[in-house]
């Protein structure tokens, strides 16, 4: 009999331990089962009778202590919606065959989540679930999630990022951070994402410990994460790694975050770390929960779980922030980059894909468990890379807005334009100067177009050095990833062409 209290409370006493090591009650309304997952299970057992609303709580207990927590609110959500749509309080096989029919094309897989669950719950031996529930469910072939579509379609908006796309974040990141726009944590932690493809919750459980840098047989240097593993449902907090090779120039990025990780913690919780404590720290810290820390042994219990570590959730919130403070734009819709880490995923499998790679390379590279996600990156192998002249390389260029810097009428009017050294020369003539005070190893002038301290002269070269990045790209295309290099960089000179020629009209016009 369903209870008409909708604040009636299920009496199942004891307290339980999440897989992440998080003690939750099963009689509350919400289960924080890690630092990331909060589930309302008070919202499912509210619409089921008693005995079935108890079970229901008993089974999700076993969910929570031995799968992801992930996993358990998703089977909280589905289990939701199969009520709300249904409008049940029991479970039967005339409700599963109605909920089915109210589902659709690109919704069925729902029932495939809500099948396992229902199916344990009768394993378990708990009341509630009938022989006849599980041989139509048996009997069912379910249609999985669709997947991999806006990886297909290349989508603009929320698919693969292009070259210049992911070019553009990395720069402007870095760019955000000298304009103090951002923080040195903020670019440190787009810059993981973006360079590793690896999920939010992976790079929230990195720790100093980490970061990690050997050297291989032919006594050479080589930079590592080693990354923890998400998304195996069985799998401990920090349970298994995969050493992922990463730059030295991002590996240089994380040492220092590394550095600034450990002192931020020690500030607020007031005292010094012992060096084994100290390589056990997030690498992205949540500094409000570390404060709440006051002895060593505080902190070595809280750092058997996810408890100081950032949510997941602030690192996708990051991307974003930097994408929208540095102004990013995508030559394809010409507005905002639209920022995820799953474009960022996206991303990496379509540049494998592109270069050759199978299905099993490349879901190593994603740090999947199976190859069976992996296949849509090769069925349709995207081609980025097209035919890029001069004409193209012009009108796409406001979209780029690839150019950073600021375009001065003469050498005279550009800052350090007294200074012999600071200028940009293509073939010995001067096309710009360098605002920078400080040492740059750049290979002048390719990388000055999209640095935000290249002041450009308005009677400079620009077209030489278009054309012979024309040329070049002309020259390499049969190899695509290298030909499209410079793509940004071409945008980037043919903005400055364009705001040339504007200039000029003016200053004509008085």
Request: net charge neutral.
């Amino acid at each position: 009999m369903k209870s008409k209290d909708k604040n009636r409370i299920i009496m199942i006493r004891q307290e339980s331990l999440s897989k992440a090591g998080y003690l939750f009650h099963p009689n509350n309304e919400y289960w924080q089962l890690d630092k990331n997952t909060k589930i309302p299970v008070g919202s499912v057992y509210r619409l089921l009778d008693d005995l079935i609303a108890e079970n229901y709580l008993n089974v999700l207990v076993y969910y929570a202590s031995n799968l992801s927590a992930s996993h358990t609110r998703n089977i909280n959500e589905r289990f939701l919606h199969m009520l709300k749509t249904t409008g049940v309080s029991i479970i039967t096989d005339s409700a599963l065959i109605n909920y089915r029919a109210a589902l659709t094309k690109n919704t069925e897989w729902y029932l495939g989540t809500i099948r396992g669950f229902l199916k344990k719950w009768h394993e378990l031996g708990y009341a509630g679930i009938s022989d006849n529930v599980i041989d139509l469910l048996d009997g069912w072939t379910i249609k999985g999630n669709i997947k991999g579509d806006v990886i297909k379609r290349l989508d603009p908006v929320s698919g693969p990022l292009s070259d210049i796309e992911l070019q553009a974040f990395n720069e402007g990141a870095v760019q955000a951070y000298e304009k103090n726009a951002i923080s040195f944590t903020d670019m440190a932690l787009g810059l993981s994402i973006s360079n590793t493809g690896r999920r939010p919750i992976q790079i929230s459980h990195l720790r100093l410990k980490d970061v990690l840098k050997g050297s291989n047989k032919k006594d050479e240097s080589i930079y590592l994460l080693n990354m923890p593993r998400a998304k195996q449902r069985a799998t401990e907090f920090r349970g298994q790694f995969k050493q992922f090779a990463i730059t030295q120039e991002l590996w240089s990025i994380l040492s220092a975050q590394a550095v600034h990780a450990a002192q931020s913690v020690e500030k607020v919780i007031g005292f010094k770390l012992q060096e084994m404590d100290r390589l056990e720290l997030p690498l992205f810290p949540d500094l409000d929960a570390s404060s709440k820390i006051k002895s060593p042994q505080k902190l070595r219990d809280a750092l058997k779980t996810d408890l100081l570590h950032i949510q997941s959730v602030k690192i996708s919130e990051t991307c974003k922030f930097i994408a929208d403070v540095a102004e990013i734009h995508s030559e394809r819709t010409g507005q905002l980059l639209n920022i995820s880490s799953n474009r960022f995923r996206y991303t990496i499998g379509t540049r494998a894909a592109r270069e050759g790679f199978g299905e099993m390379v490349i879901a190593e590279l994603l740090d999947h468990s199976d190859t069976q996600n992996a296949g849509v990156y090769i069925k349709n192998i995207p081609e980025h890379v097209e035919k890029l002249d001069q004409a193209v390389g012009h009108y796409l260029a406001p979209y780029a807005q690839a150019f950073a810097g600021v375009l001065v009428d003469s050498e005279s009017h550009a800052k350090r334009g007294n200074d012999l050294n600071s200028r940009v020369k293509v073939d010995g003539d001067g096309i710009g100067t360098c605002g920078n005070y400080g040492v740059c190893g750049a290979n002048v002038p390719i990388p000055c177009y999209t640095c935000m301290h290249f002041q450009p002269w308005l009677d400079g070269q620009h077209e030489i050095v278009y054309n012979e990045l024309i040329a070049e790209r002309e020259r390499l295309f049969g190899d695509m990833q290298i030909a499209a290099v410079n793509d940004r960089t071409i945008f980037a000179v043919a903005d400055v062409i364009q705001r040339c020629a504007t200039r000029r009209e003016e200053l004509a016009n008085g």
